[in-house]
């Protein structure tokens, strides 16, 4: 591989079935006031009119079109591995239900800059709520290997953090690394489909020494939770989404989580989930019962690092 382009960066959305969000996002890119940079769409097999429509609207953006949908994980890295290929400098992963202030870029840039003798991993903006911009989402994250939670910093706070911080872990939901470290580290765990990658993602990191920050000043605004909602009659978030939280759960257990603490830890998340099942039990919702039951059988059961089947326990699932 040659040099890459001084400054470049890929800017990686996925879609699926998802116009409304993703034109509103790549609208608020249209805006951004950095040089250097593109766009690129990674398509997970929308059953719907999406993809045509945005090709419409958006000619000035690379469209990548997977023929089955594989998830967060899968599709980032279908377009993180065009930007290596492209010989791009930076690779940025970008939820589509986000909307971005036009200078959140060249922030995150001038950080970078400024930290010439430090190895950067993955550099995250702040990120805010769509629907109460007063409010934080994430302000990266820091991770408790006694208990094996990854925490999020800042959730439902009003205060602005005014200084970069590092952190353990940054979200998936927007992060700025150089390709040279994903090159390096791997990719997303493709195991995992959705939920926890990032975390997973940024420990390896950690672990190769690469250090992660958040920029208080570069601002982006999510629509939290906009792929994993839907009415139906057993609440807001779908069963599988539970499958995916308790699996991925144990994964980064056996993936991050050693002895000592992996005595405490695994206790404590194993009495969470038969807390949560306990529940499900009472509110009479067998579906996420059953998902939750099936994550915590599969999370202990399975290795993370084995490339599972799309298409496997997904269909049992949402039967």
């Not at 994430?138 to 205060?159: C, D, E, F």
């Not at 939290?224 to 144990?250: M, W």
């Amino acid at each position: 591989m040659g040099l890459s382009r001084q400054g470049s960066i890929a800017i990686i959305l996925v879609n699926w079935n998802g116009y409304r969000h993703t034109a509103t996002c790549l609208d608020s890119l249209r805006k951004v006031t950095a040089e250097d940079f593109s766009i690129i769409v990674v398509d997970n097999a929308s059953t719907d009119s999406s993809l045509n429509q945005l090709k419409q609207c958006f000619p000035e953006v690379i469209f990548l079109e997977n023929d089955i949908n594989k998830g967060f994980a899968g599709g980032n890295n279908v377009g993180i591995n065009f930007a290596i290929r492209k010989e791009f400098e930076y690779v940025m992963l970008l939820n589509n239900d986000t909307v971005v202030e036009p200078n959140f870029l060249s922030s995150i840039l001038a950080f970078i800059k400024s930290q010439q003798d430090c190895q950067i991993g993955m550099v995250q903006p702040l990120i805010k709520f769509m629907h109460d911009k007063t409010t934080i989402w994430s302000a990266g994250g820091l991770y408790n290997k006694w208990l094996g939670i990854s925490r999020t910093i800042g959730n439902g706070m009003t205060m602005r953090p005014t200084a970069p911080h590092e952190r353990d872990w940054v979200t998936g939901c927007c992060t700025i690394m150089p390709t040279n470290a994903i090159q390096e580290v791997g990719g997303l765990n493709e195991s995992y489909f959705a939920y926890f990658e990032d975390v997973d993602w940024s420990i390896r990191m950690g672990k190769k020494g690469y250090r992660h920050f958040i920029v208080p000043n570069a601002l982006i605004y999510h629509e939290a939770g906009a792929s994993s909602t839907t009415a139906k009659e057993e609440g807001s978030l779908q069963p599988i989404v539970f499958y995916y939280l308790s699996r991925n759960q144990f994964f980064l257990l056996k993936q991050h989580v050693k002895f000592p603490h992996s005595i405490i830890a695994w206790g404590y998340h194993l009495f969470k989930f038969l807390g949560w099942m306990g529940y499900f039990l009472i509110r009479r919702r067998p579906k996420k019962l059953k998902a939750l039951w099936l994550g915590v059988r599969d999370g202990i059961m399975l290795h993370p690092d084995k490339t599972i089947p799309l298409s496997w326990r997904r269909d049992e699932l949402m039967s």
